[in-house]
């Protein structure tokens, strides 16, 4: 078939996914998300930071998700992503959320002041009956402003309950508690939320994104670089985008060479080190201890809820009835850095004698 | 149609028309006139056409028969007469490629051949030269684009669509179970008793209370009322005009949902609104409504507390309201304790309401709730919705929830089982709702505590437990916070307004209401996480070495400067007694300067101007023993250094007349330092700046910053 062009590499994806093309897995949380949606529950995305929350409130507005979750066409997904914009104020963030709302839907409305403005936003909407959703990424950025008032979320709660139109957040915090510690939204505000947790992806959608993108661009990784990807990245897609990245410019390059596989893991480590020391900062003690231990055969109550913690996490996986830590590299660095660390009893002992 | 024979003539004639005439595939005419009758010719025959390959012609007759008859082409071989020196054969093969993607041939079903073929065409885009030829490709690549879209939506599922949403409160008859008791007590309060006027409908977050509003709004109580619903989060934050004016829009949009009136004999909302605009507002509609009366339903009636300092009458001026206008009803809906308001200055107003708890589901509302949604989905082994009930008591927050994960855990099943309830729980327990989170952060560090205590102590055989064993077992786990038998029967009436707790009718003796919340705690909270995280939180908050060092460098400084100045004004005595006095009046007025606020206020001069403060090692106000214990270890400290204060001060009171001043004041810096040093020690015996007398009587000092810090 003639000469083969350098073909450009499908995994250069770091930051959210914006393209339908680009997006994979996620099937059951996006079930799970217009799900709850279609019953106007307000949803909280909680996750490890680079999990995938900001791509997966992108997502809610791809034509195929939302025609295969049988999306109706009224619903109209207004993404407001707060790190973009300065807020000074009350009026500031309404303003903007108006303005969003309004090239969303077409709606243009002039209240006595920006809350009444929202109102009248939602009025004109229910009368067109268009049904309103609302994605706040990086919602972390509003609730350290000190510029909105406690109030604010009241009257946002009061807002929602009435007109009926959801909240989807995003935070960079990886848990509930974390975003609430500095509370002054008030639980009024939280309380009509329900947690959606996004962890890292299941092995047949780590598989999909390892092997499809290659494959659209006509390059095959067979089962042994899915093994050494799923080796080295486990299940987190950040991981796996970057771990085929260099799979695959090694694969431009023609035949494998011996120390292939060592150069691989050289630039894999190189590209993830900060990302795999902050998977490591957010373990708690006992965590860490348990994976001291690993393999740990007890099935101590203590044991099994650290053990599914991190399975959940994606720090375990589970693979062929086996359950191993997700990346041998990930392994070998837990091992390296401090492995005298106490665990939380220990220390809860000591302090109180 | 024509036989193999007439194929091969026709084949040749073709060939030898080829080479009398060049002809490009932008001669459009030309080329039309040329194939088009082949086309004609060949499209019948039943199998592709047995002509050779390797002349220009018959590669267009075969290229034209596949192209009529896509789904037997092999695309493979099309792509490989994209590569052909003949323009004409190269058109031909990408007007047959794109009638097999038209026709759905099996090749286009795998991804792979997809973007193999994707290559491909991009490649001979970039290598063709004729336009047409290349406009051709453009399409070509395009329609290919959509296959590889669609090749990946074929492989989404279509999930089924979960019908249990524990979101926001309940619109609509469809979703709402249970809750005719509430209805039937509103009903029965406002149309058979005599004069009640108002209902406060209260009980935890996440029960009910909007919904069955929002039923109430939607007419559950019929005809004879007209409701008016009024969200006060809505207002919050705003002045009292804007409460007021928020209130009469709300009920003119209610009234106008139902009759039309004659708005422009009412006061102007718009212009001014206060109290003296809301009654005549209020009559004006009443007057109009025949044999219904009005309904207000205020919502998180907690808010109006907030205009207390603006309006301090504003309870008044409403149940004044309430008295003179016989059709006028209110319902206060709110979570907030009662007894917190009523110091408000609203005991005026639900003094004389009647107050109604809204709570649980009772069983059979809640067995409704969990089997009904998804009767025509899949059904419950038996047993298995009581034991949902075991976890959640019938709260229709967590009832919900729980069906939730159940729903999605059975997948396309047609069983619920005891299993799928086991793996929802776990699901809940590592993923917990924001409410029972914020509901746990929301309690006191007392409540937390004998949370913690009487969800370790429950048993299948013994679930309730009394204020003594768990007195008990606080004792016995040595928990951050020190509770009296009284202070724990006070703390578990107050878990009992949040519902999570019960007691034995007519015992002391309490339990969880809900497992799940039980099993939450026992997994998240235990007492030996709370002293942890407390004895963490206040470690963090120890004073520096520095400020700590400072503050006992001022007290001293006090005690040296004021012993000094006593001790020059009694020099001149020779008595005795006098000279004991010498040396005691400075002792005694350390000892009462530092011992007085130590056992009164718990912090010496020193400290406080430095705003630091003593506090217990694991919880807050450390007991009056404690730091009675603590100012006699700092007596101990003073003793020791008087024999040095002592000497400091004869040898100053000889020196002060001599020509040594500079030497008695050098010997004062050197006390000085010394008791410093005694300082410093202490401190580095002691852990994180927690000084050894600090450890020993297990308290802290730690930094409190003021307002202006």
Redesign the interface.
Known sequence: ?????V?QNPYTTRIPIAN??EFYGR??I???I???L?????I?L?GERRIGKSSILNALNFD??R????VAPEYRFVLVDLQYINIRSEEDLLAYLVGEISDATGISVWGESHRHSLELIAIQAQRQELRLVIMLDEFDYLLHNDQI????Y??L??????F?V?FVTASREGN??KI?ET?DTG??F??????V?VGPFEEDEAI?LIQ?PA????V?FDDEDVELVLDLAGFFPIFIQIACYHLFEHKQKGPQSEEFKEHLKRAFTVDTVSHFRYLKNRLTDLEIEYLNNFPVESNAREDR?TR??LL?KGILIRRQNETRIFSSLMKSFLFREDSSRRS??Q??KS??E | MIDSRTTTELCDELDRKLQQQDIQPEDVGAREQLLRPVEVSVADLPSAPDVRRDTTAGCLIVLLWYKNHPTAADPESLFAELYHKSPLVRLTAANAISATVKSSHFYWSETRSIHDARQVLLNRRDAETSPIIGYQLDKLIEEVGKLRRTSKKKRRPKPRMNPYVAGLPVHGRGRFFGRDDILEQIEESFVRREGQKSIVLYGARRTGKTSVLLQIKDGALGKGFLPVYLDMQATAGTDLQSFLRILLRNTKAAVSEHFELAWDKLPDIQERTDFGILQPFLQGIIAELEDQALLLMIDEYEVLQRYRTEAPDLARQFQSLLEQETKLYVIFAGSQKLESLRQTGFSVLLDNARYIKISFLKTDEALKLIREPVEDAFTYDEGVPEQILEYTNGHPFYTQLLCQLIYDNVGSGKTATSEHLDAAVDQFLSNPSPHLILTWNAISKEQKVVAAALAELYSKEEPFQGTNEIGSRLHSDDNPVKLTVSEIQKTLTDLRTIDWIEQKPGMKAYRYTMELVRRWVIDNHSILDLAQGLHEKLISRVASFGRQTAASAIDFGICLVIGLLAATMLKASDSSIETLWLYLTPLIFSYVYLLVPLLTSGSTLGQRLLSLSLIGATAGKPSQSRRALYALLVLVRLTLVIPVFRLAGEIVITLADAPFLALAWLLTLVVLAMWLCLDILMLLFGKKHQGLYEKLTRLLVVHVPNEAE
Do not use: H
């Open positions: 078939m003639g000469s083969q062009r073909r339908e093309d099937a059951k996006m079930a799970d217009f799900t709850r279609k019953g106007s529950q307000c909280s909680i195929e998700l025609e295969i979750n049988d008032p406690p109030q604010f009241a009257f709660r009061a807002w929602i309950t009435r009926r959801p509930f508690e609430t509370d639980s009024a939280w309380n009509i939320f329900g947690n947790y999909q499809e494959d659209r661009d006509g095959e809820y599914e913690g959940q939380l009893i220390s809860v302090l109180l």
